[in-house]
């Protein structure tokens, strides 16, 4: 197998229709090297599939639940990584909706309220609210 830059450029010559196939990585045996790219780059997607899976990540994120790293949040104080936080999507999730009104109610961060009661208002039409609150 070649190497990854060597595959992306094989993938970029290929892709082109002028085919610039001196400057190709797989040239040489014209007839051959199509299949020959094709072949390095399903081992790279396979080798890469590995490495997230003994990682513990999922190349589709739609197959995971739970909590896990799905979003990265960054801290615009510090430009680094924050850590410990979770993302609510209150318009696409009804129960996010919930969770961000019962906070705006519990907090005694005033203007911070103010601010999550104007966010999620209105309510979305997938969301109902509750009939006594």
């Not at 070649?2 to 196939?21: H, S």
């Not at 199509?34 to 399903?42: I, V």
């Not at 995971?64 to 979770?86: H, M, P, S």
Request: hydrophobic share 35%; proline share 5%; charged share 30%.
């Amino acid at each position: 197998m070649k190497k990854p830059e060597e595959i992306k450029k094989g993938m970029e010559v290929c892709a082109t229709l002028d085919g610039d196939c001196e400057n190709c990585p797989y040239d040489g045996l014209q007839i051959f090297c199509a299949g020959r790219l094709r072949k390095d780059a399903l081992a790279y997607i396979q080798q890469l599939e590995s490495r997230l899976s003994e990682a513990g990540l999922e190349l589709n994120p739609l197959k995971r639940q739970g909590l896990y790293g799905k979003y990265t949040v960054i801290n615009n104080a510090t430009g680094k990584r924050a850590e410990d936080c979770f993302v609510l999507r209150p318009f696409k999730d009804p129960v996010a909706w919930k969770t961000v009104r019962f906070y705006a109610d519990h907090t005694d961060n005033k203007q911070l309220a103010i601010d999550l009661y104007k966010w999620t208002t209105p309510l979305p039409a997938n969301a109902k609210e509750d009939e006594d609150a």
